[in-house]
């Protein structure tokens, strides 16, 4: 099991939602081919053929 399996079924058990680095958050979704734009402390994840996007503050 790789690094990210561990990181997804840690999110997707939903108990350790405070527990999860930002770093470790954000390498995933680009991992997983999301696109990062960055405005100040935002970062905004879009990826084709996924219609809502993800924002996390820094």
Do not use: C, P
Not at 39 to 51: L, P, T, Y
């Amino acid at each position: 099991m790789t690094k990210y399996d561990k990181l997804i079924m840690k999110i997707l058990k939903g108990r350790s939602d405070a527990n999860i680095a930002f770093d470790e958050l954000r390498n995933l979704l680009i991992n997983l081919g999301f696109e990062e734009r960055v405005r100040s402390s935002h970062h905004i994840f879009v990826k084709s053929g996924v219609e809502e996007l993800i924002s996390l503050q820094r």
